[in-house]
């Protein structure tokens, strides 16, 4: 295959315009988050270069930076699991009807793989930091919390459970 290096299969230096503003900032004694967090939003302020920007000159492409949510955070959002559970940020369409809709997708497909939602929670966004094209477009944002099956030390099964069931959910119909 062009383009491939024998001694890393998965690298092939046709995609290597594919990382252009990626960026990863981690602390490894987990102490420091606050000091992590500055570092990386430091460095998205520094993406600007990318011209990632509507023509508005006010909307941007939703960069952004991940953090790990702390387990005092999990249990606001999803009052009542036992152990961790995994969390899904979902990007839902704006519309009652619609919205209802997808969340009735993603409940189907979460009980297909044996899983169950636990707490929806509807994500607070002030749409008033938003430019104008985003803002005519911005959908409605929550979060899904699933809780673990069996014990928190095998919990790695609900994972792939829940793997699976994002999986389907792309081709799901609207």
């Known amino acids: 295959m062009a383009g491939t290096d024998r001694t890393y299969p998965l690298y092939d230096s046709r995609f290597e315009h594919d990382a252009c503003g990626v960026g990863f900032v981690a602390a490894t004694d987990a102490v420091d988050r606050h000091r992590v967090l500055r570092l990386a939003l430091l460095g998205l302020a520094n993406l600007g270069h990318r011209g990632a920007f509507a023509a508005d000159g006010e909307s941007s492409d939703g960069a952004g930076v991940a953090l790990p949510l702390e387990f005092p955070l999990l249990r606001r959002i999803a009052p009542g699991a ?8 979902l990007f839902l369409p704006a519309k009652a009807v619609s919205n209802a809709a997808a969340r009735r997708i993603v409940e189907a497909a979460v009980a297909a793989e044996g899983l169950e939602v636990g707490q929806w929670r509807d994500v607070p966004v002030d749409v008033g930091q ?22 928190p030390s095998t919990s790695s099964d609900g994972c792939c459970s829940l793997a699976a069931g994002w999986r389907w959910l792309p081709r799901a119909p609207a």
């Open 82 to 89: 036992r152990g961790r559970p995994a969390v899904a940020m």
């Open 130 to 151: 938003l430019g104008s094209e985003a803002r005519a477009s911005v959908p409605a944002i929550a979060q899904v919390a699933v809780p673990r099956v069996g014990a």
